[in-house]
C-alpha cells in the first residue's frame, strides 16, 4: 500500500518539553510539509522540503523544527519556544511541479498534539 | 489581506439537491487549485484539481474557474448526507518554490 503515515496519533506534551512528529511516505514524493490546524481554521503552512537535506520556514515556523535526512521521512519537533503548540498536525507530500504549477499534495491522516 | 477567502457556513442543503461553494483568492498569477473535503477529525482528501478556465466534471463534482474573476467554486450534484463534511479550497503561491494558501473552509450540511 503506497500512502503517508504519521505517528503518534495522538500525542501529550507537558509544558517545556520538545516532541517529534513523525511522518513517513512511500510514495516516492520529492517534496513533504507540514502544517497546522486549529479548530475552525485553515491549514497553515510550518515547514516544507522539496528535496533532501532541504527544507525552508512556512508562515509560521517560529519554534518548530525538521529535518529531512531520508526522501522518504520528514519528522517535525514542536519546541518548547512554541507558546501554543495544542493543535492537529497534518503531513502532506507532493511531485514537484513544472512551470509554475503546483501538483497534488496528499496528506497523512495527521497527529492531534495536546499541551497538559 | 486574506489569500484565500470562503465562507465559513454552514451551508445547508436537502438531499438531491445542488451544493454551490465559492472561494476567492487574491494572487492573480496563481495557477492551481484545488479542492479537499475535510470530515470532522479527519484529514483532507483530495476532490478535484484544477488548472485551466473553465469546467471541470467529475461524477457529482464539477470544479468551476475564472481567473479573470480570481474565482474557483465547486458543484455538488445530487448532494448525499455523506457529502457532509467541510470543504477547502487551495490556491497555489509561487515564490521561488511553490507551495498551497488553503482557505478555512465551507461547512457543508446535507439533510436527508
Known amino acids: 500500500d503506497g500512502g503517508i503515515t504519521q505517528s503518534p496519533k495522538y500525542l501529550f506534551r507537558k509544558e517545556g518539553q520538545n516532541v517529534t512528529l513523525s511522518c513517513e511516505q512511500n510514495?516516492?514524493?520529492?517534496?513533504m510539509y507540514w502544517y497546522r490546524q486549529d479548530p475552525g481554521q485553515g491549514l497553515r503552512l510550518i515547514y516544507y522540503?522539496?528535496?533532501?537535506?532541504?527544507?525552508q520556514k512556512g508562515d509560521i515556523a517560529e519554534g518548530y523544527s525538521v529535518s529531512r535526512e531520508k526522501k522518504e521521512s520528514f519528522p517535525l519537533t514542536v519546541t518548547s519556544a512554541q507558546k501554543n503548540p495544542t493543535a492537529f498536525y497534518l503531513c502532506?507530500?507532493?511531485?514537484?511541479?513544472?512551470?509554475?504549477?503546483?501538483?497534488?499534495?496528499?496528506f497523512g491522516p495527521g497527529t492531534r498534539l495536546t499541551v497538559l | 489581506q486574506k489569500e484565500v477567502e470562503q465562507n465559513s457556513g454552514p451551508l445547508s442543503v436537502p438531499e438531491g439537491a445542488i451544493a454551490s461553494l465559492n472561494c476567492t483568492y487574491s494572487?492573480?498569477?496563481?495557477?492551481?487549485f484545488f479542492w479537499y473535503r475535510q470530515y470532522s477529525g479527519k484529514s483532507p482528501e483530495l476532490i478535484m484539481s484544477?488548472?485551466?478556465?473553465g469546467d471541470k466534471e467529475d461524477g457529482r463534482f464539477t470544479a468551476q474557474l475564472n481567473k479573470a474573476s480570481q474565482y474557483v467554486s465547486l458543484l455538488i450534484r445530487d448532494s448525499q448526507p455523506s457529502d457532509s463534511a467541510t470543504y477547502l479550497c487551495?490556491?497555489?503561491?509561487?515564490?521561488?518554490?511553490?507551495?498551497?494558501?488553503f482557505g478555512k473552509g465551507t461547512m457543508l450540511l446535507v439533510s436527508p
Open positions: 502532506a507530500s507532493s511531485i514537484l511541479g513544472t512551470s509554475g504549477r503546483t501538483d497534488t499534495q496528499y
Open positions: 510514495l516516492n514524493h520529492d517534496a
Open positions: 522540503s522539496q528535496i533532501v537535506n532541504d527544507f
Open positions: 494572487d492573480r498569477v496563481s495557477q492551481s
Open positions: 484544477i488548472y485551466s478556465n
Open positions: 487551495a490556491v497555489n503561491r509561487y515564490s521561488g518554490y511553490s507551495t498551497l494558501t
